[in-house]
């Protein structure tokens, strides 16, 4: 939407691009990008998730997120600070995945960033819909992203290791971030709900620190960052994302959110602010017994002597 007689709070020019109503800015289009590009620049040095010789490894699927992500990153890649490559997972999800993936080749030839594309088929022989197609034949099927989430964490963890990456950064928005702390609170899922957060990493060496440098940055916006610049991306969600508890949450999020502007950042403000003390109270009593344990198939930093992936592989494998 273009707010024609309305001026940019920054540089009084016309036209208007975005009117935020969390914190009363209008903005034009030159204001509005240098806003989210120095936010997401000021989220990386506020919380130190990239030092100078990092590499960065970015999940780049084709949709708005990621693809704004690996633009802002370049920015530190141009100036020396980073070194970056992309990788993108293909699942087998048919009349989706595709184009995502034709859309992040296409980006990361433009900023000549080597990408990674690792196939569910050729790793594992078997697509998403494969095993949905099995899964919608049993009693209690399970969601096809319960099975898409933790295969895909085995192939970030596993190339990011392999390219001897530093950190390894995700797209999560605001939205994303305040679905995840809402949805596990409400599952009662607090071990889950402790590690969310800009950084998430481990004493166990084998993993990379994942880091979230578009937190504070509402999906929407992001949206309109990319239309703005021309980018191309993916706008279709997966399929499969219809069904999900997360979608529900994000549904019932986004219209409260029209009434109360500003109710993600307080969520997420808030969450920031209980954290530690529910980490101490929580994780520590749970853990003092836990050693770092190691997948006895496939070598991964697992809490069982099995991870989790294996054990969908297992399962998958006898049937
Ligand atoms: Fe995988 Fe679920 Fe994401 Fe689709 S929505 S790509 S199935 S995790
Ligand atoms: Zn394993």
Redesign the pocket.
Known sequence: MIFITTKCSICNKTPVIINCKYNGQKLCHTCFNNSIEKKVLQTIKKQKLITKGDKVLVALSGGKDSVALIKILNILKERRIIELEALTID?G?SGYRKEGVRIAKETTEKLGIKHHIVSFKEKYNFT?DSLMEKESKKEYPRH??TY??VF?RQIFNQVARDINATKLATGHNLDDETQSIMMNYMEGNINNMVRIGYKTQSSDEKFTVKIKPLREIPEKELGLYVLENNFEVHFDG?P??RH?FRMEIGDFIREINQKHPTIMYSTLNGFEKIKPAIKEEFIKKENINKTHQTCSICGEPSSDTKCKACKFLDEIYDN
């Open positions: 699942e999800i998403i096809a992203c898409c989430g895909r997966c499969y994302a999900s």
